[in-house]
Nanobody
Framework: QVQLVESGGGLVQAGGSLRLSCAAS????????MGWYRQVPGKQREMVAV???????NYADSVQGRFTISRDNAKNTVYLQMNSLKPEDTAVYYC???????WGQGTQVTVSS
């Protein structure tokens, strides 16, 4: 089992940037693919970006070219760099460990117009 803790959310104006972090407990973080998801009230949680244990990445079309997912296995942390933010990016953002099937508690991102 692994515990995930997100941080870095907040309020930002449209066009601004934020970097989310997801810190994982445990010693086997490096073997797990990781993902960032987001959810708004009344809608299903949607995938934003994923990164494999080997560092391959994939993005939702809506964030391609604006968001970057990365990982630092030495720090047991996965990041989501979000640039050129839009009001429609407003959501609670969650990280997920695929190997351990674990979710973090989420961090709120609000983008004002």
């Amino acid at each position: 089992q692994v515990q995930l803790v997100e941080s870095g959310g907040g309020l930002v104006q449209a066009g601004g940037s934020l970097r989310l972090s997801c810190a994982a407990s445990g010693s086997r973080f490096s073997i797990s693919g990781m993902g960032w998801y987001r959810q708004v009230p009344g809608k299903q949680r949607e995938m934003v970006a994923v990164i494999t244990s080997g560092g391959k990445t994939n993005y939702a079309d809506s964030v391609q070219g604006r968001f970057t997912i990365s990982r630092d296995n030495a720090k047991n942390t996965v990041y989501l760099q979000m640039n050129s933010l839009k009001p429609e990016d407003t959501a609670v953002y969650y990280c997920k460990s695929y190997y351990f099937d674990s979710w973090g508690q989420g961090t709120q991102v609000t983008v004002s117009s």
